[in-house]
């Protein structure tokens, strides 16, 4: 097992249900960052899914597996944290849902559409989970994957008298990175990621022989400006999460 699986299993499993609680109890029409950011771009670019197999890869607490499993697609998932697997299981059942790693899927079987919600950085080796993902993939099958955006990854803040701004810094330096969550018992805890550019990942979309279908900037949707203004008047100006639809050839 790598380190930043090992992290992330441990991240992960301290903060489960302050996670799970913080989207669906603390905040019930929905979080910024997921319901009213990310979720409706990557949603869009799904489209269709009745009688559609479909892979959760890093299912987290079942999230979309609920919603998807609802809208008629014939689901199954796995996650690398057993804390959150079981809530996702606990909240969903009756679908299938493993323990396993985007370099290790735990499915030999073939899917239409293997979805990504903000999972992907968290890897550093994008051609192993690229090939783990095409294993798994019908051809012609799409990889939907949203991840932070290359951009606002490589931002900085930076004070101008009273004021504080953010700037693009670094973009170039591809890497670890860390970002503030909260655990269980309300501690802070520092969440990492990799950052790459969009070449990187574009390139690294085609020698693995995909070809990019469609892509969004996540922009957040109306009912944001009212429960989340401060939220929605920044990134209503600036991208944070975008979304991937490749195909495999």
């Not at 269980?184 to 070449?199: A, C, L, P, V």
Request: hydrophobic content about 35%; overall charge positive.
């Amino acid at each position: 097992m790598k380190q930043e699986e090992r992290e992330a299993i441990k991240n992960y499993n301290s903060s489960a249900e302050a996670y799970h609680n913080w989207r669906t109890k603390e905040n019930p029409q929905g979080w910024f960052y997921n319901e009213l950011l990310e979720m409706p771009s990557t949603l869009s670019l799904l489209g269709e899914v009745r009688d559609k197999k479909i892979l959760d890869f890093g299912c987290g607490t079942g999230i979309y597996a609920k919603i998807l499993t609802r809208m008629g697609a014939k689901l199954k998932g796995f996650d690398i944290s057993k804390e959150m697997l079981d809530i996702a299981k606990r909240d969903n059942p009756i679908l299938d849902l493993r323990l396993g790693s985007g370099y290790n899927i735990p499915f030999k079987e073939k899917f239409d559409i293997v979805l990504a919600s903000l999972v992907v950085h968290y890897l550093k080796d994008w051609n192993n989970m690229f090939k783990e993902v095409s294993r798994v993939l019908n051809k012609g099958g799409y990889f939907i994957f949203s991840t932070g955006n290359p951009v606002a990854e490589a931002r900085k803040k930076i004070k101008i008298g009273n004021k504080k701004i953010s700037v693009l810094d670094n973009y170039f330096s591809e890497g670890k990175i860390y970002g503030p969550w909260r655990s269980n018992n309300g501690k802070k805890i520092r969440m990492h990621s990799y950052h790459k550019t969009y070449e990187t990942i574009i390139k690294t979309i085609i020698i693995n022989n995909f070809e990019i279908i469609d892509y969004k900037d996540c922009f957040p949707i109306k009912k944001a400006k009212k429960l989340f203004p401060k939220a929605y008047a920044e990134y209503s100006k600036k991208p944070f999460f975008c979304v991937w639809k490749v195909r495999k050839k």
